[in-house]
């Protein structure tokens, strides 16, 4: 085999996963969302407990940069498999934890837009890992410098990160939430509301006070199954997600079957993304999620229907589907 770019330009040319090899690079893929399926198990308790939000974010980025640079070095093939699950097990918690600890001190009123506005950094990132892989066309040298963002991360934007007031609530610690919520109050040009940390202090003495046996017991998965109506949620939510990303991923990783120019397939898919973000989160408070849910999963039914019926020498054609 002779390969364009030389043997270092991908894993495929470096280790000849081609013929009875070829079932290696799916199985790559498969390992890094395994990983993520557990990462987001783990990350999303211990985020709720001792560690927090804040913590839980540090944790999965400081192992999210070790696991990319290690990915860089390796030596074989299995190593590499190795570390991608690690870096699922690591990614599944990034956006779990990032994304609570953004929207979570926002208001109700205005929750359902800030929640939706933290997808256009993932698709914004997807855009230029298009350009930034165009441009290095190494595979460990993308390694490393997609790991670099993690260590930005760590360095320039976390430490100016509070906690989640919530989180601090419910672990009864009262006096760092009323200083979160001032300095959001501050940071808006607003005061906290005389008696807000009064009333705060009231109800964690009342808390205190309670005896081990009149506190309610802590809660468990097995909780959430006890109660026929949170039961029937949780299996819904469960598939509808299930469905979404089988879809998502599934259109996103077959780019590469298209005969187009790969980067640019990418680059476009990333910013077809984006108007939706805008679309929904105007909608959200009209319509509520579970009519755009539902409409938005009628249309991609749709959408997938039709680009099953453009004729396989329509490669751009297919691509106008699959941006819809």
């Known amino acids: 085999w002779e390969w364009v770019g030389g043997r270092g330009a991908s ?17 790559v893929q498969s390992a890094f969302f395994a990983g993520c ?11 709720d407990s001792f560690l ?12 999210n940069a070790v696991f990319g640079l290690l990915t860089s070095l390796s030596p074989t093939f299995w190593v590499y498999a190795l570390l991608r699950l690690l870096t699922g097990f690591s990614t599944g918690g990034v956006g779990l934890c990032a994304f609570v600890l953004a929207t979570e001190p926002v208001g109700p009123s205005k929750r359902g837009i800030a929640g939706m506005s933290t997808f256009y950094f993932f698709s914004s990132g997807i855009a230029l890992l298009s ?20 260590i930005l991360f760590l360095a320039a934007v976390l430490p100016f990160i509070s906690e989640s007031p919530r989180w601090y609530l419910v672990r009864r610690r009262v006096a760092e939430a009323t200083g979160v ?9 607003r005061q906290l509301p005389d008696g807000v940390a009064l009333m705060l202090d009231d109800d964690n003495e009342a808390e ?20 026929p109506v949170t039961r029937v949620r949780l299996v819904l939510t469960v598939l509808i997600n299930f469905l979404c990303s089988v879809v998502y991923y599934g259109l996103s990783l077959n780019v590469v079957n298209l005969r187009t120019n790969l980067y640019l397939s990418v680059l476009l898919n990333a910013v077809a993304e984006m108007p939706a973000f805008g679309l929904k989160a105007a909608l959200l408070d009209r319509f509520g999620r579970r009519p755009l849910g539902v409409g938005t999963m009628w249309l991609s039914g749709a959408f997938c229907v039709v680009g099953s019926l453009v004729g396989g020498g329509d490669a751009w054609g297919a691509k106008v589907v699959r941006m819809g």
Request: hydrophobic share 40%.
């Open 131 to 150: 350009g930034i892989a165009y441009l290095f066309r190494s595979w460990r040298l993308l390694y490393v410098i997609t790991s670099l963002p993690s």
């Open 11 to 27: 894993t495929v040319a470096e280790w000849g996963l081609v013929c009875g090899d070829r079932y290696k690079v799916g199985l």
């Open 52 to 63: 927090g939000r804040k913590g839980a974010l540090t944790a999965v980025c400081v192992l």
């Open 208 to 227: 205190g006070k309670r005896t081990p046996e009149e506190l309610p017991p802590g809660g468990t998965l097995v909780d959430v199954v006890r109660s």
């Open 37 to 47: 399926m557990v990462g987001a198990g783990v990350f999303g308790h211990l985020s």
């Open 181 to 189: 919520l001032r300095e959001i109050a501050r940071s808006n040009g």
